[in-house]
């Protein structure tokens, strides 16, 4: 990882220069310190930051409840070390053994997301344009620290962050994961605690899919036959599940603390047995289908053709866009075979206009992408699609291809889990490809970002979703958020390496890639 | 692991003639199957039974409930390749394409826990003298299979058993585990995921200790405030947590299917603080103890002069008999710094009778040896004691030598969970030790067994407890269960790599010893 050092910088450590840091250390590389996914710019100093019962956590005056909450999140990482967060006097200068969150000095073209982080031997300055900044940078500060601080009762943890200076903010707005909880249905524990790994690693989106042949997953509350028959299925014959809105809402403020936004998919006009196994209406026939709990595609469809279908999907995306702060709703599109392509496509732009009702954007799979698309409306590709056409509008595009961020593809030959239609994908597929050259005719700047779709057929256990998803989905958030300079295979792997003893505190149940020297200790040795 | 034929494998054999196998494979060696723990004896043959829609799973025409509950558990593993399980007509011969689950067949020497497996490549008979014979043998058919068995959702999971011809029966009667589930809560879930490992590794013990200074874990309805206060505190001030009668009685089942007895601990008269903050007339003064969230021990002790403690401990051992269908109620006693030794020793002679009044066996921790203790009562050794007293009058002793199974213990120096006090260690530390050696006068006739505890100061999440436990626990189970003919570090080590990918499919967070070479797949190369 080079050390670069951009004019944001320059002028971060100009406003910071009150802060202590010893001579650059020239004899330790950057590529020493573990941190993914790879800042923009890295400076090592000497000397470390030693966190103990003397260091406080201090916020600006006038610090928002947003920016309350960040601190308040750190001081749970050290406790008991830490006490107390607490509010400086205006205008006084923060105390010696503190941490410094602060909404002031970050230069604006950090952007929403990006943060400088100064680790002096006596302080501690994390500075960024608002409260997801800060976030970030808190997330980089908990790498810096050892494995240790991931374990919330251990003894002795000897918590120091080593000097440096960081100036970081991501290259994609949008580094997304994706939990398909209908093939198999995941407690909502099990995706928080996904939520919570994806938080490390600074990703900022998970797409739930929440409907599919095999599974209703959502409550909708004028439709309560959806969960009733569709929520009590999935592959394979087991008991299903479904999220109360309740339930949704909780995820929803639960992912929004960690500056994670929930997308939720409802998939249509295919993959929709599920539904129509619950509405009878749904169906041209009016006769409900059968329960499904096999894992073919492309063999369902609501009827096109009748209002009663239109009734039904406003009803959804209505209460789906009232549970939903986020700006987006995707609404699926993907493998339907049993439309012509002028009924798909008159379908697509029907239900774009729902959504647009809803006061939302519409995100759809890259098979939308030749209907008359709103630029607005984002456009998701998994396969070899229209995106370009879809960029030459002007809208945006989010890159999934299958054979780089499929994570239920297995990752070998042996790998026991998954499928391998797309390829086996080893950690290395997962990281080394770069979005802006991804596909013909969508350039970095059609790129609203990256996202990493985990498909459950072959899933039961929450173990066996971190199993697929990790470390794959660690080398996806890098390729999202890192620029193109700082990022190589050979440095992602070594870090890597690095954090397998803090997954492992982390309970994640991830795939020992033998393409990876796995450390025991968080050092890079 | 050395070919063994004892007497009762010969007549096993003979009984089971009509079972087709090929010759011996004496190209293979019998330590490419990955056992644990390596049974008496094992036997290759050549070929392969295959498991798939055509093999069904029978029992005799009087199976009991209890076999036919061990034969639905072999066909929820084998789903959805094998159905539903059937009974044979009276008289009939199995099928071909089936396994067999016999009480008939099995030699006497076996015991209550043996069992013979004859895999030929047209049927597989495990026969032994009781259902939980035939459940350690339906472990070791499981342990025979590929890895790929234990993903419930995976696709072509590819189910075949070696040919083999295996007797086994165990050394020691009580091959236990512990958690301690007081210093920070576990949640029935996870101590269910921990039961479901031990049943894999053929544990018949799980000791609850569910009382100690920091908090109260099982509900006592005619002492409510027990739980009220002392349930609510925990290690570094967290909520704490307790069992319900109800979930305590779950459990008990829980485990029972598993063969897997509950064998419940109320630590007295030390370790008592959470039971001093909630009953005040427990102490001498009458004044309720504050709550304890610290990591000491010896400070506390109950007022053991005065009736109204032995009235408290009558109502609390009376439900905990009641809802224990087990034999035994352990009732610690280790480490009280605050009584005089004649106070400590009148005071267990006295809880022995109350335990014995409720028809159950008294255990306690090493400490209580020297009481004049009925030989039916056992002790527990953990540190050096005088162990050998009461096997000098005919008791029995659990061994639980801390240098060698407390999975509290750190692995090495650099092991971030966990104490030190009794010593590192690592996976060959667990292993290498002959229980029947291991303490001056207390001979192999003496040892009941040996228990691994977990005492649980350092450990927060479900995953920090596993990453102790795992693979320690595994060798002590091998310590437990195998002949000391048939054990070996080498061997051991060999097959332990083999169960990283099973153990892993299981969602086990285990330590990564550098001492074991983990493979990849679930095979020996």
Known sequence: MPTIRPAAFVLAAALLASVPIGPAASAQSPTTLAIIPAPTSVTRASGRFPVDTATTIVMDANASAAVEDVARQLADLLAPSVGATRRLAAGAAAPRRSIHLTLSGAD??????????????????????????????????????????????ALNRGLAIPAVRIVDSPRFAWRGA?????????????????????ALYKLNRLHLHLSDDQGWRIEIRSRPELTRIGGASEVGGGPGGYYTQAEYSDLVAYAARRHIMIVPEIDMPGHTN?????????????????????????????????????????????????????????????????????????????????????????????????????????????????????????????LSPNTRVYLDQKYDAETALGLKWAGLIEVRDSYDWDPATQIPGVPERSVLGVEAPLWSETLYRPSDFQFMAFPRLVAVAEVAWSAPAVRSWPGFRTRLGAHGPRLSALGVNFYRSPQIDWQKSGFIP
Chains 1, 2 share one sequence.
């Open 178 to 198: 994706m939990l398909d909880v209908t093939r198999h249905f995941l407690p909502l524990d099990a995706v928080k605690a996904y939520v919570d790994v994806m």
């Open 108 to 153: 604006a073209s950090l952007g929403e997301e990006g943060y400088t982080l100064v680790v002096g031997t006596d302080r501690v300055v994390i500075a960024a344009n608002s409260p997801a900044g800060l976030f970030h940078g808190v997330q980089t500060v908990r790498q810096l620290l050892p494995t240790s601080v991931e374990y919330r009762a």
């Open 274 to 398: 599920a539904a129509l196994a619950s509405i009878p209406a749904l169906n041209c026939d009016n006769k409900a289908r059968p329960i499904y709990t096999g894992t073919r595609v492309g063999f369902s469809t609501v009827c096109v053709e009748s209002d009663t279908t239109y009734a039904v999907i406003t009803d959804i995306l209505r209460e789906l866009a009232e549970l939903t702060p986020g700006p987006y709703l995707h609404i699926g599109g993907d493998e339907v075979e049993k439309l012509t392509h002028k009924q798909y496509i008159t379908f697509v732009e029907r239900v774009q206009g729902i959504v647009q009702a809803q006061g939302k954007q519409m995100i759809g799979w890259g098979e939308i992408a030749p209907a008359a698309l709103d630029p607005s409306t984002i456009v998701q590709h998994w396969k070899k699609d229209s995106s370009a056409v879809h960029a030459a509008r002007g809208g945006k595009v989010i």
